[in-house]
């Protein structure tokens, strides 16, 4: 391991050098860490002095005492004085001891450290609180958050990541600090809610932004769902049917996830108490979902993404026709949506119905199939570009200007290529519009 390597060196040297962080917690958990972090007495420039000649160095925050040697990051032992909510102003001051590092870290099982020989460092009780999958700030929690707010959410994740709970001085500082949320960057808490969709059940981390009120600020239509009746079709919740759906969802797809627990969050918006329907909540849902991600900053790719699943999460892909499988295969194209996503959607929420049998997997398979055999039939034809004509053919045949009438034409020779595919050639659909056969075009 190239960071043992660079620990022994520092030793050699005369220096102190532990692995700390998620490392050490990985470690704990028996998890392979996906980066391992030294921290040192060593001064930044005397890290750089130790390794410059045999390896690539790279100074990424000196003034944090933070330096990379061959991708691996150590950090000098500090204290951080933060003057203020944000966490980019605070006053760093290098310590003597592996301890007063640890004091300034955020939770007691980020808090610890260890040795070259494998002796553990944990002056906050880390180890325990691993042991109970328990989530605490490292002192004062009020004080760690107004270090930095962000630790809010971190606090969240974690308990998703670790598969635990918020210790109860955890909760209570959160609460008393929701209103800090307006000092944390959107694009950190997109992060931080990106990463717990690669989480074993990120429902863990909606459920605990929810408990410290943390959800109303960052997914106000989530909020909504929670304890919201389910209707004719669903014995459980909005909510718990959400958090059903989103965990059936693979990591490996975080934002088909992010949409599977944000598909419904139109119900409490378009619920009709007489009739016990949500009529249209996936277009409603689609809306609130935009402008919430938006708000985050999420990219225009991914927005697109998952309010595409979460307006298209009601279309069916049984008891189709062929014509009927080609035409939500071309929705979907319309709406940025692959079809593997939609199909992990629709399983996940159809599955997560607690008042249904699960599908079956030869049905699953059926299912599957028709939609690929469909794809194969149709040559890849699911959008007007993809027609072998264009739209000045059209204008060139018909004498439109460019605008409506033209994209209408198409449109129209769209909709018959779906139902036969086999129509799709150039001279055939030019034959359609130049014989003027476009009005019979409808009624093929």
Known sequence: MKASVLARILEER???????????????????????????NATPDQVEEVFRYNYKVKTVGKAFGVVLVDGVEIATFRTDAYGGLNHKDCEVTYADTIEEDLSRRDFTVNAMAM?????????????????????????????????DPNRMLRACRFVAQIDGKLCQTAIRGIRNKV???????????????????KTVNPSKFFDALRETDLLRVVFPSLDACYKHTGGNYHPETVYD????????????????????????????????????????????????VKTELLNLRFTFKEIRVVTGLVEMHMRT??????????????????????????????????????????????AVRQMVNTVEDQMSVEMGVV?????????????????????????????DLLEMVLANPEFNTRDYLMNVVQDSLYENVKST
């Not at 209103?179 to 969709?197: D, F, N, S």
């Not at 598909?263 to 409490?268: E, L, Q, Y």
């Not at 072998?388 to 009438?405: E, H, I, R, S």
């Open 115 to 147: 040795d070259l020989h494998g002796n553990l460092i944990d002056p906050f009780g880390g180890q325990s609180d691993l042991e109970l999958k328990a989530i605490r700030f490292v002192g004062n929690a009020n004080d760690r958050i107004t270090e």
């Open 241 to 288: 049917h959400a958090m059903y759906t989103g965990d059936s969802i693979s990591a490996r797809c975080p934002l088909t996830r992010l949409a599977g627990y944000l598909h419904d969050v139109g119900k409490p918006v378009t619920y009709n108490p007489e009739t016990g329907q949500f009529l249209e909540h996936e277009k409603v849902g689609a809306d609130l």
């Open 317 to 362: 892909a049984t008891v189709l026709s062929d014509k009927g499988v080609r035409r939500l295969l071309r929705k979907l194209t319309a709406k940025g949506v692959s079809y593997r996503d939609y199909l992990r959607l629709f399983l996940a929420d159809r599955n997560s119905n607690t008042g249904l049998s699960k599908m079956s997997i030869d």
């Open 383 to 411: 959008k007007v570009t993809d027609l072998k004509v264009n739209g000045n053919d059209v204008m060139t045949l018909t004498g439109y200007k460019a605008g409506p009438k033209v994209g209408q034409v198409l449109n």
């Open 179 to 197: 209103g800090y949320m307006q000092y944390v960057a959107p694009e950190r808490v997109r992060i931080e809610v990106l990463k717990a969709m």
């Open 14 to 40: 005369g220096f102190n050098a532990y692995y700390v962080g998620g490392a050490v917690r990985d470690r704990l958990l028996c998890v392979s860490p996906n980066d391992v972090d030294l921290a040192t």
